[in-house]
């Protein structure tokens, strides 16, 4: 069973930073792959950035220059670091897992940027 636990959400000023953090417990593969996205009010979940097993990235052309994701040595925890935010990165911020398919999701952690 995965378990994803996202935190680091908050209220920030547009220019600011948030650091969000994906915990993960369950069967970690090498087919694995962890991401972040996102949900504004009255919009679709949109894909913010992934990462694979063996650290190949991808992020949305909207965040790629000013969020980063990494994760952890042991590949159980995620991370977001965004900068440079806008009030347009308002949104529930979810943490997922993907294998072969098949996705997990966290709960959520809201980011609102003040203008």
């Known amino acids: 069973q995965v378990k994803l636990v996202e935190s680091g959400g908050g209220l920030v000023q547009a220019g600011g930073s948030l650091r969000l953090s994906c915990a993960a417990s369950?069967?970690?593969?090498?087919?694995?792959?962890m991401g972040w996205y996102r949900q504004a009010p009255g919009k679709l979940r949109e894909l913010v950035c992934t990462?694979?097993?063996?650290?190949?990235?991808y992020c949305a052309d909207s965040v790629k220059d000013r969020f980063t994701i990494s994760r952890d040595s042991a590949k159980s925890t995620v991370y977001l670091q965004m900068n440079s935010l806008k009030p347009e990165d308002t949104a529930v911020y979810y943490c997922?897992?993907?294998?072969?398919?098949?996705?997990?999701w966290g709960r959520g952690t809201q980011v609102t940027v003040s203008s």
């Open positions: 997922s897992q993907s294998t072969d398919g098949d996705f997990y």
């Open positions: 990462i694979t097993f063996i650290g190949n990235i």
């Open positions: 369950g069967t970690i593969t090498s087919r694995n792959v």
